[in-house]
Each structure stands twice: as structure tokens, then as C-alpha cells.
């Protein structure tokens, strides 16, 4: 599919996990696990909606190394992971495989041209993203001590977009430094609005304008790219 696609791989690849959502619906419900502490309660089929992750790996990253200083607390632990992730990037995308994907990122005509098989290195990016997601989402999990299965999947994936867009990304060509930057400046914008939003509006009404502000800024992305592919 993504290779029929091209240029808007992902925009499609977004939706694409979207659909399988429903079909994790069911097999989070109808799989036979037996461990009393993901199951519901009393007779319920199936696992909960939330988990929690204190017997396992709550806070693990965040309570490695943990420097106090005043009323603040640094995890030196949970740093230096998303540093080894980005010296891993970083040296990743200097070898032969590496190299490969920047270019047919940049131009894909060309890279053909080259002799650059595209659908495999395609396949290639689509794999290591999705692992490099994955590790992501284990952070995450274990920040907040619990994982939540079923429709939450529906939450992650959007707000990621927004911060790598508000970020810089041109959709060709994206580095760490625009990912931390559009992560800090997106959190900057919710922090800012949500109080304001609060006391002008009624409370219920601060995810609303959260999920505004996200779609808002995708939308402005692609319109934006959309204009500078078609030249006016």
C-alpha cells in the first residue's frame, strides 16, 4: 500500500495502523491471558482498559540516576537512554542503509536512477521507525506507570505529528534537534493555553481546544506543503 502511495507515506501509514485498532479491540478481549493483574476484576472477559506497570517496570528509567537539585529532580537514566538513541540514529544513518534512506528521502527519481532498490529501502525506514515508536512508547509507559490498551493508540499518534511539523520538519528530511524542538514548543503551547482556557472557557472544554491545536497545526503542515508542491 505505502508504495503506491508515495509522498504521502505518512499521512497513509497513520491510518493504516488506525484500522487495525478495532481488530487488537478484539484481541484484547477474546485472547487467553491468565494474569489476575491485567484481567478485569469480577467476571470480566478480556484485559483492562488500563494496566498498571508498578510490580514491573514503573519508573525505571526514571529513577536510574537521579540527581537532586533544590526542588528539582534531573533522571540522568532517562536522558541518557534518549541520548543512546540518538547516537544510535546518528551513526545508523551513516552506513550504506542510512545513506540510502536519506536519498531516496530527498529524491527519489534519482535515487532510482542510482540503482537504489526503493521498495527495500522503503521497507527498511518503515521498520526501523516503527521499532524506534515502540521503544517510545515503553518510555512513555513506564513515565506514567501504567499502559492503556483498546482505542488509546487513537491519542499517540497525532500529537507526535504536531510536535515534528511545528518542529521543521519538511517531510523529506528530519533531524533530533527538530523532533526535541517541536516536542518542547507543542508542550509550551498546551501548557500556555489550558490555564487560559480554563478560566475563560468551561474546563470541558480544554481537550477540545488540545485536539484543536494538534489537528490545527497538521493541517496547516500539509496545506502548506500541498502549496509549495503545486508552485503558486
Known sequence: ILNRVQGREEIASTFIGF???SLMNYFWTLAPFQNREMLY???GQGLRPKISLGNYFNNILDNLWVIKMGGIEIPLGLIAFFALICVFLYFYF?????RAILAVGE???????SGINIAQIRLNAIIISTVIAGFGICVYAQSYGFIQLYDEPLSMAFPAISAILIGGSTGKRTFVFQAILGTYLLQSIYLLTVPIANDILIPELTEILRTFITYGIILYALLIREKRRSGY
Request: hydrophobic letters at 40%; a positive charge; glycine letters at 12%.
Open 94 to 98: 551513516r552506513t550504506r542503509i542510512g
Open 41 to 43: 476484576p469480577i467476571g
Open 19 to 21: 484500522s487495525f485498532i
Open 107 to 113: 529524491n527519489e527519481a534519482f535515487s532510482k536512477l
